[in-house]
């Protein structure tokens, strides 16, 4: 009977925080639930469990941290090393997270000026005309038949990245040979003309210049900058705090933002982003984002029959993630970072990782919090029959999701 009680409060606390949004930390933030009888009455969380968690996420990267929100509530926010509410490391890939779903309110805020959507073949005059210099001929033909669609399900028949890339067709991979990728000091040109392994649509592979060049487009269909977008569009009606994305590289600024990446917010703020996505698009009564837009991110999609990767998230439709949700989608990026949204369990989590160059104040020049330099000298302890080691990049998140899924109800 006090299983059946217990239950039905919790469900209540759900059904509530459907009306629910967290004001600016400036004007208190985020409602919490931090200990164990709350976390279990007000968001159906097991503190053990959780704490199991966040032991773990601590042997996944230098520095980091782990925020998780179920049923509105915060139930846990604990960082180390480098890592604090207020810092702004680069975020890496899951930047991309963000590009898309810039694009996605684009689509239906100027859908009269690209009416053709995701199935628009980008690579045009109207487009991308600066994919047509020097001599007005594309210099790959294969481009004309590119998608928005399928440049941000990474099927755009781009070569992979890394020195080592992968493909996949129909579910099964198979490697690619290494070919230049983006050059960050010629950021559009050289993104525009990245070596193609395939047909538009005939293929996926992990390729940072499609993003970038749906951001293009994006400039080119608003006539703003995709920082100033995502500013107007997401951050200042949701009330984050200080942001940036990471233009300063060295001697060089980039002149635009890298649509592919580099995006830096505080964890609370991303947790916002994530939340606003579990939401369906919506914030303190107002649609920010497409909800049918949202819908397609955890669900394979016709631009990317290939593999569980749709508009920039990886999903877990296919059950790939066995302690997951299949409804769970998530985006990733280099240094073991990745917000995670989980409709079923009215749950989103954001993972924070990055080594100490990706705290470097000067990539962003906000002011930054007295970084804690506890863990400079970490390094990862190898796995052995003896030890479990550590876990980073995409098995770590992996890893982390299936936790925090298993402390949700525990």
């Known amino acids: 009977m006090l299983r059946i009680f217990f239950i039905l409060e919790v ?68 960082y180390f090393g480098r890592a604090s509410r207020n810092a702004n490391p680069d975020m890496a890939s899951t930047g991309k997270a963000f590009t898309s779903i810039a694009c996605g309110i684009m689509l239906q805020e100027f859908r009269d000026r690209i009416p053709e959507g995701l199935d628009a073949k980008v690579f045009t005059e109207k487009y991308l005309p600066e994919a047509f210099e020097p001599d007005g001929k594309l210099d790959d033909a294969r481009r004309a038949d590119i998608t928005l669609g399928q440049l ?40 525009l003309r990245c070596a193609m392994w395939t047909n538009a649509g005939a293929g996926y592979s992990y390729s940072s210049p499609e993003p970038h060049i749906a951001s293009i487009v994006l400039r080119r269909v608003t006539g703003m900058e995709l920082a100033d977008y995502i500013d107007e569009r997401l951050a200042k009606p949701m009330g984050w705090g200080a942001w940036a994305y990471c233009l300063h590289r060295g001697d060089f600024t980039l002149p635009h933002a890298n649509g592919a990446g580099s995006i830096a917010v505080h964890a609370t703020d991303a947790l916002r982003f994530g939340y606003c996505l579990l939401r369906h698009g919506k914030w303190a009564g107002r649609q920010l ?26 999903h877990n439709s296919d059950g790939h993630v066995v302690g997951a949700p299949r409804d769970a989608f998530w985006k990733s990026g280099a240094g073991g970072f990745a917000i995670m949204v989980v409709p079923s369990l009215d749950l989103v989590a954001y993972k924070m990782g990055g080594n100490n160059g990706q705290y470097d104040p000067a990539l962003t020049g906000l002011l930054q919090p007295t970084p804690d330099h506890s863990r400079d000298d970490w390094k990862p302890v190898p796995r052995t029959p003896f030890n479990e080691g550590s876990l980073g ?3 770590g998140i992996r890893r982390v999701l299936e936790m925090v899924c298993a402390a949700a109800g525990g």
């Not at 080592?164 to 067709?169: F, K, R, S, W, Y």
């Not at 984002?289 to 990886?314: G, K, V, W």
């Open 11 to 78: 469900l209540t606390c759900a059904a509530l925080a459907v009306d629910y949004f967290p004001p600016p930390d400036s004007a208190g933030g985020w409602r919490i639930a931090l200990d164990a009888a709350q976390m279990r009455k007000r968001a159906g969380m097991d503190l053990p469990k959780l704490e199991q968690t966040w032991t773990f996420t601590q042997r996944c990267t230098q520095n980091g941290g782990l925020l998780v929100v179920r049923n509105g509530y915060l139930v846990l926010e604990k």
């Open 152 to 191: 941000l399900c990474m099927s755009g028949g781009y070569n992979g990245e890394g020195g080592a890339p992968m493909a996949m067709v129909m579910g099964k991979a198979f490697p690619l040979q290494p070919a230049p990728g983006q050059n960050i000091r010629d950021l559009d040109q050289s993104s």
């Open 289 to 314: 984002a497409p909800a049918d837009y949202i819908a397609r991110c955890n669900q394979m999609s016709p631009y990317n029959p290939h593999c569980p990767f749709t508009l920039q998230f990886e």
């Open 393 to 395: 990049g995409d098995d």
